[in-house]
């Protein structure tokens, strides 16, 4: 059974930084590709950052490019989203997923797999 679990939210001032981790377990993730979502109140499941496990492709939203990177450690499973210049827009439950399908990895339909959220609050 696929699990993800994130780690690594809080609460942090503007323009400061914080990791979130995901640990992966329950298959190969070598084929996937996995994914950052966050949910702020009220508000639809965006979308956040994403790659292919190999590395070869990662995709980012506009609000986040240049300021969060995603990254993966293979050897551990592991996926993370360092995020950085943090902006009090930025808060909300941050999300890892992870899909099997090489197309549509903005949408958060095209995903298999979603962990639990970690709360990542920005104060101003």
């Known amino acids: 059974q696929v699990q993800l679990v994130e780690s690594g939210g809080g609460l942090v001032q503007a323009g400061g930084s914080l990791r979130l981790s995901c640990a992966a377990s329950?298959?190969?993730?070598?084929?996937?590709?996995m994914g950052w979502f966050r949910q702020a109140p009220g508000k639809g499941r965006e979308f956040v950052a994403a790659?292919?496990?190999?590395?070869?492709?990662?995709y980012y939203a506009t609000a986040v490019k240049g300021r969060f990177t995603i990254s993966s450690d293979n050897a551990k499973n592991m996926v993370y989203l360092q995020m950085n210049s943090l902006k009090p827009e930025d808060t909300a439950v941050y999300y890892c997923?992870?899909?099997?399908?090489?197309?549509?990895?903005?949408?958060?339909?095209?995903?298999?797999?979603w962990g639990q959220g970690t709360q990542v609050t920005v104060s101003s």
């Open positions: 997923a992870a899909t099997s399908r090489g197309l549509g990895l903005v949408v958060p339909t095209s995903y298999d797999y």
């Open positions: 329950g298959r190969a993730f070598s084929n996937y590709a």
């Open positions: 790659r292919r496990w190999s590395g070869s492709v990662t």
